[in-house]
């Protein structure tokens, strides 16, 4: 969405939200070539970003040779694009031994380890991952659910430390998490079986402190057309939202589809625009262009 668009107001921030790209070693494959499509779509458009989010699947089964396509496509793009941060995946560490899986994803793409956050522009960007090597589903440790809550309500600890009151209590927080909580975003529902959160419950429980919150997931692939890629949070948990993926679609009616989609993200004083983006048409997906007015209104 341009200034225009926006009421002629300029975004405060941008960043892009990208997932699922399943880079195979094989440079013709479909993946590959879409993660390149995506990648040029981004240098072109994404101009003063501050970032671009990959939440996870980065590779299809973690392998070096995979790795090494990552890297010889970015390569391809780099010099346009903005710096990249990554979420952990279930097919970069699931699929083999946990600590050497985990080993090449940090040593490949520079992240600290299955959880980081950082601070971009005034705004706090936190990025979980699983500790354990499940198939599918990720498991949060006590400690960083810990870790968590503590990152979540850093602001407000600080400006109570200093004896001050924000005059931004509740500016957004942006979370990435590879897979959704269950029967929230699309390809969620538990008949589905694409959720996957071992602590479900205790990760509701701490996203229920913080409304301000907006939880990006990826995993299930669902296209952004369907009504429930966003999960409202309704001043009662975190808004959430489902990424689709690079490498390939899914449909409601449980199919695959062809398709590479992501989302441009926009963050304004009073609200945050995220804008679903076909990478493989180039253009904008109008029924995925959602508005979160900020700050929220929190319910009793």
Same mark, same amino acid.
């Not at 990959?54 to 995979?66: K, L, Q, S, V, Y």
């Not at 659910?145 to 009151?165: H, M, V």
């Given at each position: ?16 939200? $990208? ?11 479909? @993946? +590959? ?17 501050? %970032? ?9 089964? %973690?392998?070096?040779?995979? #790795?090494?396509?990552?890297?010889? $496509?970015?390569?391809?793009?780099? &010099? ?9 995946? +279930? ?30 522009? %005034? @705004? ?14 990720? +498991?949060?440790?006590? *400690? ?9 309500? *850093?602001? &407000?600890?600080?400006?109570? *430390?200093? %004896? ?23 390809? !969620? ?44 949070? +309704? ?8 990424? &689709? !993926? ?21 963050? @304004? ?16 997906? *109008?029924?995925?262009? #959602? ?10």
């Amino acid at each position: 969405m341009s200034s225009n668009e926006s009421g002629g107001q300029q975004p405060l921030l941008t960043f892009q939200i $990208i997932t699922d790209t399943h880079v195979t070693a094989d440079p013709s494959h479909e @993946y +590959n070539l879409n993660f390149g499509r995506a990648l040029q779509d981004l240098a072109l458009h994404a101009q003063g970003s501050s %970032g671009i989010m990959h939440i996870g699947d980065i590779t299809d089964h %973690g392998f070096t040779e995979e #790795y090494e396509e990552v890297h010889r $496509i970015l390569q391809l793009h780099q &010099a346009a694009l903005p710096e990249i941060r990554y979420t952990l995946g +279930n097919h970069d560490v699931g699929l083999g031994h946990w600590e050497s899986r985990l080993a090449m994803y940090t040593s490949r793409t520079g992240m600290t380890g299955p959880y980081h956050d950082h601070w971009i522009g %005034g @705004y706090h960007f936190i990025f979980l991952g699983t500790e354990e090597g499940l198939p599918t589903f990720c +498991n949060l440790s006590e *400690e960083q659910l810990r870790w968590l809550d503590r990152k979540l309500g *850093e602001r &407000a600890a600080e400006a109570r *430390e200093l %004896g001050r009151q924000l005059t931004d209590p509740l500016q957004p927080i942006f979370l990435f998490l590879h897979q959704p909580l269950k029967d929230t975003v699309a390809g !969620s529902l538990e008949s589905q079986e694409w959720y996957g959160v071992t602590q479900d419950k205790e990760l509701r429980a701490i996203l229920s402190k913080y409304p301000q919150t907006l939880l990006f997931t990826g995993h299930t692939h669902w296209e952004l057309e369907v009504s429930n890629t966003m999960y409202p949070g +309704n001043g009662e948990t975190a808004t959430m939202f489902n990424a &689709a !993926s690079v490498a390939y679609l899914w449909t409601n009616a449980d199919e695959h589809k062809s398709g590479s989609q992501g989302y441009y993200v926009e963050v @304004y004083s009073d609200k945050v625009l995220v804008r679903g983006r076909d990478f493989t048409t180039g253009s904008w997906i *109008e029924s995925a262009q #959602y508005e979160v007015v900020t700050p929220v209104k929190v319910r009793d």
